[in-house]
């Protein structure tokens, strides 16, 4: 920018470009594998912290939490069978830790299997819109895959570098 001179104060002007960037971002993962059943969300929507975005088959998911349920349950049930008998000297102190080890082995397992089948969900971890979505219906994902990005658009930030040189020139609340 070029003007004429002309006799006024002397003022110091600095001005320098710097790019606008969202503080907070997260690229959203598939923690368990599976065909993408229903996309709840699109590029652009807004979306709340532990919003659905997509639907994962659970089926395999919900099997295995059955599977593991039934077996729980049967074990739970010769666990107190055991109990009786134990109480009337029936069965060896080592056979009955035995199967209250195997009954809480299990235990884990079901314990496990329950937010296996929850994450058949995938939801958004922040507030923000969906900037980015890497998936359709259809599509087979693996176990960490990107699904989406999720942008927080409060507070936007900007980082101006401003040399060493400006400083002494430059104070706090100036325009």
């Given amino acids: 920018e070029t003007a004429l ?32 059943r229903e996309v709840l969300a699109e590029e652009g929507d807004d979306v709340r912290s532990g919003q659905v975005l997509a639907r994962l088959d659970g089926d395999r998911l919900r099997l295995e939490k059955e599977q593991a349920e039934a077996n729980l349950r049967k074990l739970q049930r010769d666990y107190q069978r055991n109990i009786d008998l134990k109480g009337k000297g029936l069965v060896s102190e080592g056979d009955f830790e035995k199967i209250r080890y195997e009954m809480e082995a299990l235990q884990a397992i079901f314990d496990l299997a329950m937010p296996e089948l929850g994450y058949a969900e995938i939801r958004a971890p922040i507030d923000g819109v969906i900037s980015e979505r890497f998936i359709k219906v259809g599509n087979t994902i693996d176990v960490n895959a990107q699904t989406f990005k999720v942008t927080s658009l409060e507070p936007l930030i900007s980082y101006l570098h401003v040399p060493e040189r400006e400083y002494r020139r430059i104070e706090p609340g100036q325009k």
């Fill in 5 to 36: 001179p002309t006799r006024s104060d002397i003022y110091a002007v600095y001005s320098g470009t710097a790019p606008i960037e969202a503080f907070a971002d997260a690229t959203v993962i598939a923690k368990v594998g599976g065909e993408i």
